[in-house]
Each structure stands twice: as C-alpha cells, then as structure tokens.
C-alpha cells in the first residue's frame, strides 16, 4: 500500500478504514493528511505522534543531516506562536513533548492530559506549515548540533565504529549517511536549505498522525478536521529507486579512536520487510536474530560469553521495519586477552550452524514465545502503541502489519531459517568493522551546548 501515490478520489475525499485486531481507525483528510487512532481507556492520557516522511536516507551529499537539523528548528516559532511557546505552551499544559529523527522519518510527539488534545493538534498544525526560519536561530542551534555530534559520535568510540561501518557498508544507499550528518555539511548549513527542505517534506500530504491514548475516534477525527484539514499540500513527487549496489565481496574497516576495549561488528546485506520479494524471508531473519541474541539462553551468550569465554559481550540485529534494504548485524566485544579477529571467527562459525543445521523446536518456540510476551508487553505503552504504526506507515508499509506480526513470526519454520541464512548470510554479502582502541586523553566540554543537548534529549 503506497500512499504516495493516493489517487485523486482519495485525496478528495474522507476515507475510513477499521482494523478489527488492533482497533485502529484511519482517516484521509482532503489534502491527504492520514489519520490513525487507537482507543486505550487503561488511563487518562493520549500520545499524539506527526510522522513526515523524509530523513536521513532521503538527503543528498552536501546536506546531509538537514532533517535533524531541521528537527531542532521546528521548535524556533512561527508567527502565532514565538521561539519557546511551543515547549511552554505544553508544559504549562502537563505534557511532555519532543521529537526524533530517522534514516527513514522525522517524528514529533506529544503526552498530555487525553482532554488536552487540542493543544497539541493546535501547535502541530501550526508549525506544519508557517515555520519561521531565522539566521539567528539557526546560529545558536548549529551549536548544539555541532556539540552533539561531539558527544554522540565523535566521542563516543562504538558511535564512531557504527558511522564508519554504515558508510563502507552501503555504496549508493542513503544508509551510509549518518543522521546528525558529516561534519563539513553541519558545518555549512545555510537557512536556504532548510527553508527548501521545510517547503518540500513538511506538508500534510507528506505526513502521518498518530493518537493513541484515552479518546473517542470520532471525536479525534473532528479535531483533526479542524486543525489540519486546511492546510496546503506539497508537490511530493515519488522517490526514486535507492537499491544498494551489489556487494561483490569482503569490505573490512578499522577505526582507531580513544577507548578501553576493542569492539568488532559485522554486516551481512539483507531484506526488509519492505524490499524482500517473500515476505517470509523477513520474517525469518527476525527469527534467525533471535535465535542468535533472544536472551540469556540465545546462543550468541550461551556459546561466546558464557560457553568458550570469548567475549565480554555479543548480539545480533535486524530491523525488519526498514525502507531499504538493511544490514543482519552481528556484534562482540572480546575478553581481555582474546583478539577481535578470534571473535570474527567464533561469529562465522554460529552463522555457520545455522546455515547446515537446522534449529531445534525447543529453540524455534523459544524465540516465538519472546515475540508473544514482547508484544503483550509492549501494549502497555501508548507510545510504543504510536511509534509501531507511525514507523510502519513512514517507511511504506501499511499499518495493518503491526496486526500481523505475531502470527507471521509464528509461521516461520527452521527450514526457513535456515535457508535465509544460507542465501544471505554470505562471505560476499559481508563488511567487518574492527575498533582498534587508542590512549584516552580527557577532553573538554562546552557547558553551554551539553546543557541544551541534554535538556531535550534528540531534539
């Protein structure tokens, strides 16, 4: 299902949908503004979430990192409303309120009071589209970007490892971009840019709204009618295809930083659920992540941490909800005495076992029994509830997967797993990432800047 490309029936018209399994209930707006809400009576609260479609993934060399930066000058004012009021305005109000930016979408959200909806529907229509971008704002805000790239990445050596991984692990994938973005564009923003990047993505038409929390669906509608409805759309052309370029073999990395131990990391080139031509596939490559790293009994702890006594630390990653094609991830941090390259070597013999083995069924319902009671879990949360559609809508996918989670999961046999393994678990598919530690010398930081960066987290 491929919102962008709504045809003219459903942008002029309300459409409603309703899911059964999760309750959720869409709306289309007549500029294109989708709406999906979630009843949860257990308290009386609502999370509200914009997601806009653009982030990292979607920026070109000389700019990268601008959908952060421009998440930070979303709260610099608009007319109605100055630099400030916005975290005032909610605060004054019992909310919380922030924001974070992706590889695939830029989110903001709010948690209030369920009777104080308004409020933020107000101001997030508001700076939807009459956003003031000032030189000056811009100024101090390059600051605590520039600090917080500093204190994310730069010092931070794992953070290093993973940004130069990403960028010799993908050739022509937006990927390899790091989301806060490369020093020298930071450093050249200009208020044209982010004016041009504003005008293009941050557009009804372009973005998702999210509400899950003590609410009527109706009434949430007629909110949403009244504050958004009006609102003008973007010119948002299709994106173009973004596949990788074929790996053809081995890429291997060493970054030298300041650090304590030394980190190894290796990726193989996967599927998505949105790029995999079987969505099965995806699905057991979830299950193959949790066989490896599902929990103290996974094998990754049973047989390197606790079994050989190789590594301090390891684990496995997928991300299935991904609008390109990702990276099966596998990572260690050797014991004191033992060398990187013997934990590469450990790691390739696990994917090894998978690939000529078969899982046992005790593992396989294992792995499916952690999905059922994670996702109980995690309905506990209505911001967990939010962030699960508003991703899947971001990146391309219909809502409606986060219904079919568990009872795919549940379908995935050890055949399947094995077989994902050995067709993308491959030598040739693979970049490795060594952290190859230096001295630590103590470094200074700049107060002011680390202030603000704390202060609200990601924005």
Known sequence: MNKRLLCAVLLCLPVVAHSEASKVSERILKNGLKVLVKEDHRSPVVVSQVWYKVGSSYEPNGITGISHMLEHMMFKGTDKHPAGDFSKIIAENGGDENAFTGQDYTAYFQTMAADKLAVSFELEADRMRNLHLLP??????LEVVTEERRMRTDDKPQAKLGESFNAVAFTSSGYRHPVIGWPSDIANYKVEDLQAWYQQWYAPNNATLVVVGDV????????????????KTSDIKPLKPQPDMEQLGVRRITVKAPAKMPVMVMGYKVPSLKTATQETEAYALEVLAGVLD????????????????????AGASYDLASRLEALFELEATPVEGKKVADVEAALKAEVNKLQQTLISDEELQRIKAQVLASSVYEKDSNFYQAMQLGALETVGLPWQKADEYVGNINKVTAEQVRDVAKKYLIEDHLTVGYLDPQAIKPQAMTTAATTAINAKGEK
Do not use: P
């Not at 000056?136 to 805000?141: A, D, N, R, T, W």
């Not at 009527?216 to 609102?231: G, H, N, S």
């Not at 599902?294 to 630390?313: E, F, I, M, Y």
């Open 294 to 313: 599902g929990g103290n009994s996974a094998r990754l702890s049973t047989d390197l941490v606790r079994g050989k006594q190789l590594a301090v630390s």
């Open 216 to 231: 009527q669906t109706q009434a949430v509608f007629d909110l949403a009618e009244k504050y958004f409805a009006e609102l």
């Open 136 to 141: 000056e704002e811009l100024k101090k805000e």
